[in-house]
């Protein structure tokens, strides 16, 4: 069983900065993929951006050029940083992986927030 804690979350101006941290823990478990999603009460969680064990990232493309994922393989975690923030931003971030054997994992959510 994997446990992924984020934090990082808060409030930031728009056109402000956050970097957003989730670390996996637990034990015999290797993780493929991580990444994070965010929702809000009026939209579905919607994918923000992926990267491999590789390092290879996928966007979202309402934050390409914003926001900049990477990951510690040694240290299970991966990161958010986020820049140029924009209130339509604003919402729940959820870390995400998936490990070599396709089961998934999220973690208990961030509240981003992004007063104009």
């Known amino acids: 069983q994997v446990q992924l804690v984020e934090s990082g979350g808060g409030l930031v101006q728009a056109g402000g900065s956050l970097t957003l941290s989730c670390a996996a823990s637990g034990t015999g478990f290797s993780i493929n993929l991580m990444g994070w999603y965010r929702q809000t009460p009026w939209k579905q969680r919607e994918l923000v951006a992926l990267?491999?064990?590789?390092?290879?990232?996928n966007y979202a493309d309402f934050v390409k050029g914003r926001f900049t994922i990477s990951r510690d393989n040694a240290k299970n975690s991966v990161y958010l940083q986020m820049n140029s923030l924009k209130p339509e931003d604003a919402a729940v971030y959820y870390c995400y992986a998936r490990d070599y054997n396709v089961a998934d994992y999220w973690g208990q959510g961030t509240q981003v927030t992004v007063s104009s």
């Open positions: 990267i491999t064990r590789g390092g290879g990232a």
